[in-house]
């Protein structure tokens, strides 16, 4: 099988990886759902750079969003996970290991950007439920941050990278 066949059916997967980890979610209150498959877009990008990891995270997503019911929310979802994938595309060269110190910090601008993204969405779809999806986004962002880092250290212990790359390459 040629290199990009290979790449294409890999992001296939993580593509429905990251469905997977976003239907498994929490219906909050003012609409909309918590769910921790940002951590599996943050793995996506290390493992296989961009555009592989941006099409990964925008074709999960935004599936979920209209499988979940929110479809108004799927061309949003499709930029603000590239945006969340693009800190960790740019430093997926760095190293053999998915968990470094830099790549846990990377969850604080990607968080940043899913609270703001979503919040501005808000904003355009429906105004007045902007500011009370906000507590929810923030545990969203957390929670993607510490499943990244637990499945970042368990997928190190398998040398998953290495495979990877190996793969790929």
């Given at each position: 099988?040629?290199?990009?066949?290979?790449?294409?059916?890999?992001?296939?997967?993580?593509?429905?990886?990251?469905?997977?980890?976003?239907?498994?979610?929490?219906?909050?209150?003012?609409?909309?759902?918590?769910?921790?498959?940002?951590?599996?877009?943050?793995?996506?990008?290390?493992?296989?750079g961009g555009p592989w990891a941006f099409l990964a995270a925008a074709i999960g997503a935004a599936v979920a969003d209209i499988?979940?019911?929110?479809?108004?929310?799927?061309?949003?979802?499709?930029?603000?996970?590239?945006?969340?994938?693009?800190?960790?595309?740019?430093?997926?060269?760095?190293?053999?290991?998915?968990?470094?110190?830099?790549?846990?910090?990377?969850?604080?601008?990607?968080?940043?950007?899913?609270?703001?993204?979503y919040f501005l969405a808000d904003l355009v779809l429906y105004r007045a439920g902007a500011v009370a999806d906000i507590p929810?986004?923030?545990?969203?962002?957390?929670?993607?941050?510490?499943?990244?880092?637990?499945?970042?250290?368990?997928?190190?212990?398998?040398?998953?990278?290495?495979?990877?790359?190996?793969?790929?390459?």
């Amino acid at each position: 099988m040629n290199t990009i066949t290979k790449k294409i059916s890999f992001t296939a997967m993580l593509a429905a990886m990251v469905f997977g980890l976003t239907m498994l979610h929490i219906p909050i209150g003012a609409g909309g759902y918590i769910h921790i498959g940002d951590a599996l877009i943050y793995i996506a990008a290390l493992l296989i750079g961009g555009p592989w990891a941006f099409l990964a995270a925008a074709i999960g997503a935004a599936v979920a969003d209209i499988v979940s019911g929110f479809a108004s929310y799927a061309i949003v979802s499709v930029i603000i996970k590239a945006l969340i994938a693009l800190p960790f595309v740019l430093i997926r060269d760095r190293g053999e290991k998915l968990l470094t110190p830099l790549s846990a910090l990377l969850t604080i601008p990607s968080g940043i950007i899913t609270v703001l993204g979503y919040f501005l969405a808000d904003l355009v779809l429906y105004r007045a439920g902007a500011v009370a999806d906000i507590p929810a986004n923030l545990i969203q962002a957390v929670g993607s941050a510490v499943a990244f880092i637990l499945l970042a250290l368990a997928l190190d212990k398998a040398e998953i990278r290495k495979r990877i790359n190996k793969e790929l390459n």
